[in-house]
């Protein structure tokens, strides 16, 4: 925390009562409407109709293939993204040559493009009327519709997310300690691991919590390349779509629920994260 | 600090990676997008173009998204400052939440927006008594995207306002100017920056947002329907052609958008640095 945290704890400034109490009402009052709200309906209609009704929900055979589903396309995006953001992370901040800001504006621009628009780019080169199809076809080879789709739409969306931690901190550190531990011998991956990695490790945990946060709720663009196969291509995000259109409220309430559950554990890990590596720093 | 290729190895490896990497998952993909635009006749983009549907869809779409950028400006810059500048019970716990939109899947914020302002909803009813309507309206669309872009603005603003120190508006204070006075004239100035940034990550993420958007809008054409979902619907129809113009006119928008703000804030920094 910087030095604004101390001012106010201590120190000449004395903040004006009538303001103060009247900002941290509304504040507390929009965070409870925007923000808590939402999460007390999604427990208040999960639960509402008991236990059992929420383990019915819950253990349904497509909601269990559902969630196998989203663990899958999510570990593999975030793997896929983890080891890319090192990489491109390395590449983009130890060494200097032409065509760097094109590059990290490349690694943004998922960021900049729609979920959906997305999953259209996915359907125009794999789908049935894309250039790629007659080689998949040709190949007995599924991607749109079918899983690898939902994995390479997941990971199109999270691409951003490791590496745009990691390059700030690996550029801030420069390139001293690296060059130093090559002068005495070690390889790349001996320099990676030991000397680099070590630096880089909580920005590393940090991003990869965020990166399976989003991976797990990604709905757009999985949306237009599932097809929405019930008990195939369904994520949990669309098969919570699924049971809601089908008016089982309870039921899509329920599985809601699961991923509340999860995401506010992705809050906590966050904020758990950020104070280690805090109290590490001093 | 003469970082070359040649004294630190894993150049070729690690470029090797990024670069086949992006290149299979972003620019293959945006090259079929590319090609496919390509081979739109110049009749289908004028159909899109002047199609009302379309048009109102791009409507609801841009309007909904500033509108709900424009709100999060004024409540996420007053969040950020009370987290920053003021001590309360329950202070750590609202920082934690304020990311809860970047944690929750978006479908599932819709569904709970959905329920809470229908007119049998917690927050629906008492509207409802009152003539308002919010869910399956435009005010639902902005309520869902005030939801889901409410972190862009506070994450942009909390830093900087952490680094700014109080001995300014102290300054201001002892020079005899009021409250807002200095909030105007001392601390406005030093956000604008991160405030245009929020602002814009706001408004471009809310122009594309589908997920939260699409159960609380009711989606009915020329009225809820927005730009995003156009595209799907078209994409239903198979008709590849019409989805991909729609695209391309948001993909330009939106690009459009943050260079404008790339080149404001180049202009912001230049003032600043003379």
């Known amino acids: 925390m910087g030095a604004g945290t101390r001012g106010a704890s201590g120190g000449a400034w004395r903040p004006n009562p009538v303001a103060r109490t009247v900002l941290i009402v509304l504040s507390l009052a929009f965070a409870f409407l925007m923000l808590v709200m939402p999460l007390l309906v999604v427990v208040s209609q999960a639960f509402g109709a008991g236990w059992e009704a929420f383990w019915r929900a819950v253990s349904d055979s497509f909601t269990v293939k559902a969630a196998k589903l989203t663990a899958i396309t999510t570990v593999t995006a975030v793997a896929a993204n983890t080891a890319f953001g090192l990489a491109a992370a390395w590449a983009l901040t130890r060494y200097r040559y032409r065509g760097q800001g094109l590059l990290t504006t490349v690694i943004d621009l998922p960021f900049a493009i729609s979920p959906i628009i997305a999953g259209l780019i996915f359907i125009l080169t794999y789908g049935r009327l894309g250039w790629a199809y007659p080689f998949l076809e040709a190949h007995g080879l599924k991607i749109v519709f079918a899983v690898p789709g939902l994995v390479m739409a997941t990971v199109f969306v999270t691409i951003p997310f490791v590496a745009r931690e990691l390059i700030p901190v690996l550029a801030a550190r420069g390139t001293d300690e690296e060059q130093a531990a090559v002068l005495m011998g070690a390889g790349f991956l001996r320099t990676f691991a030991l000397v680099t990695l070590p630096h880089v490790k909580w920005a590393l945990v940090y991003s990869v919590i965020l990166c399976a946060a989003r991976a797990m709720g990604e709905f757009g663009a999985v949306s237009v390349v599932s097809g929405h196969l019930r008990g195939k291509t369904n994520t949990l995000p669309l098969h919570i779509e699924i049971l809601y259109n089908e008016h089982h409220y309870r039921e899509a309430f329920a599985v809601s629920a699961i991923l509340v559950i999860a995401s506010v554990l992705v809050l906590a890990a966050r904020s758990v994260v950020e104070t280690v590596s805090r109290r590490e720093v001093r | ?274």
């Not at chain 2, 005010?139 to 109080?166: D, K, W």
């Not at chain 2, 078209?234 to 330009?252: D, H, I, N, S, W």
């Open chain 2, 1 to 274: 600090m003469t970082a070359s290729r040649k004294t630190i190895p894993g150049f070729g490896l690690t470029m090797g990676i990024t670069t086949s990497y992006l290149g299979f998952f972003v620019l293959l993909p945006m090259i079929s997008l590319a090609l496919r635009a390509a081979d739109l006749s110049l009749g289908e983009i004028v159909s899109v173009a002047t199609d009302a549907r379309v048009l109102s869809s791009y409507r609801v779409s841009f309007g909904c998204s500033l509108l709900a950028a424009a709100i999060n400006a004024v409540f996420g810059t007053m969040l950020a400052w009370v987290l920053v500048r003021y001590r309360f019970p329950g202070r750590r716990m609202i920082d934690g939440l304020v990311e809860l939109p970047f944690a929750l899947p978006t479908a599932v914020a819709g569904i709970a927006l959905t329920s809470l302002t229908a007119d049998k909803g917690w927050i629906g009813a008492p509207l409802a008594r009152l003539g308002i309507a919010v869910a399956y309206t435009r005010a639902g669309i902005v309520v869902a995207l005030v939801f889901v872009t409410l972190p862009f603005v506070v994450r942009s603003i909390q830093p900087v306002l952490e680094e700014l120190s109080p001995d300014y508006e102290e300054a201001g204070r002892t020079l005899g100017a009021g409250g807002f006075t200095i909030f105007r004239r001392v601390v406005l100035p030093e956000l604008r920056p991160a405030l245009l940034t929020g602002f814009s990550l706001a408004f471009a993420r809310g122009l594309g947002e589908y997920g939260s958007v699409i159960f609380i809008a009711g989606n009915r054409p020329f009225r809820t329907e927005i730009a995003p979902l156009m595209i799907v619907t078209r994409l239903e129809e198979f008709m590849y052609g019409q989805a991909t113009a729609v695209a391309l006119f948001m993909l330009l928008a939106s690009f459009a958008v943050m260079f404008l703000v790339n080149r404001l804030q180049i202009r912001a920094a230049a003032f600043a640095g003379g």
